[in-house]
């Protein structure tokens, strides 16, 4: 069964400090890796996707995560952080077998930026 | 935007009574998905649907059941609401691409 682990509960980060969140995954085979963000009272984003090839992904609102096979590990980074990335984020692994087609989540981790 | 919303967005109700949330999508996607959004769990899949009445279990699909007859709607149904499913539903849908798209969700409150 797939599962997905993301160690820090909470972060908190100064304006303009790097972020990296962590996502450790669980795959019987090579997985669909997903990073999605919840603003509060919001639904979830989708940031970036990992299917195959670059290990190195981009996304959307300067965000990027490397895949590490030998680590089963898809961190979530940005450079510099705005006060606007406060959220929670969530990792997410999928399988695509026959007709299922299901994503199991981690608990996610609720980012504070202070200014 | 993916075209989901989800009605009702807020919904007050007392254990036992049965609950219907309905989701609607515009753009003919085949995959359709329930879940459910709780603190220090994340979001855990309840029902899915690959199709018109072809549907299949998450892993939370006890006192949960769900019908797709059209392409654009998917119900979820609690037949007897419990207060522990007092909780963030939202449901979502897949593209060609497999990634999934989620709706504003409805907040479930049973008393």
């Known amino acids: 069964a797939q599962s997905v682990t993301q160690p820090d509960i909470h972060i908190t980060v100064s304006e303009g400090a790097s972020l990296e969140l962590r996502c450790n995954y669980s795959?019987?085979?090579?997985?669909?890796l997903f990073w999605y963000v919840q603003s509060p009272g919001q639904g979830l984003q989708l940031l970036l996707k990992y299917f195959s090839g670059d290990t190195l992904v981009q996304g959307i609102k300067g965000f990027e995560a490397e895949f590490k096979r030998s680590q089963s590990s898809f961190n979530l980074r940005k450079p510099s952080v705005h006060w606007s990335d406060a959220a929670e984020y969530f990792c997410a692994v999928g399988a695509n077998t026959g007709t299922a087609s299901k994503l199991t989540f981690g608990t996610g981790t609720r980012l504070q930026v202070t200014l | 935007d993916a075209g989901i919303t989800q009605s009702p967005r807020h919904k007050v109700t007392e254990t036992g009574t049965p609950v219907t949330l309905r989701c609607h999508q515009t753009e003919n996607h085949r995959y359709m998905y329930w879940y459910r959004q709780d603190p220090g769990h994340g979001l855990r899949l309840i029902h899915y649907s690959y199709g018109v009445k072809d549907t299949d279990k998450g892993e939370v699909s006890d006192g949960y059941s769900v019908s797709r007859s059209k392409t654009e709607d998917f119900l979820l149904t609690l037949e007897s609401a419990t207060s522990s499913q007092t909780s963030v539903y939202f449901c979502?849908?897949?593209?060609?691409?497999?990634?999934?798209?989620f709706g504003p969700g409805t907040r479930l409150t049973v008393t």
């Open positions: 795959y019987g085979a090579t997985p669909y």
């Open positions: 979502a849908i897949r593209d060609r691409a497999y990634e999934q798209y």
